[in-house]
């Protein structure tokens, strides 16, 4: 966050040239202008993160909750589990292996986020 106390100052700087008569009034306000663009973006990037910080500690939660549950519930509750984390899954009975699978949404962007922070 240190571009927007830098922004600021700048745009005090503007004000102060300004009223010096050391710049005209387009400058002063291309420089005003840009500045509180600039301390806007970098509010909007602050807030962005903190939602996807948010969401990421939701997710966390609720997979491990998912996890601690999975050993003590029976099979039709792993069922409902598994429902919960996966639009479709394919599973080959000869081999007993699953094959295909799409995730849903939510779990989808947690895997995206946790490999963003891996990586």
């Not at 600039?38 to 996890?67: F, N, P, Y």
């Not at 996966?86 to 699978?101: L, N, R």
Request: hydrophobic share 40%; with cysteine.
């Amino acid at each position: 966050m240190a571009v927007v106390p830098s922004s600021a100052r700048r745009i005090q700087a503007a004000v102060d040239l300004y009223g010096d008569g050391r710049i005209n009034r387009e400058e002063y306000c291309r420089r005003v202008d840009f500045n509180e663009r600039e301390i806007i973006s970098w509010q909007m990037r602050t807030t962005d993160k903190e939602q996807l910080a948010m969401e990421l500690s939701m997710c966390v939660q609720a997979v491990e909750t998912l996890g601690r549950m999975w050993d003590i519930s029976d099979d039709e509750d792993k069922q409902g589990m598994a429902r919960h984390l996966f639009e479709y899954i394919t599973y080959d009975m000869g081999t007993q292996q699953i094959i295909d699978f799409r995730l849903k949404p939510w779990v989808d962007q947690f895997l995206t986020l946790r490999a963003g922070f891996v990586c």
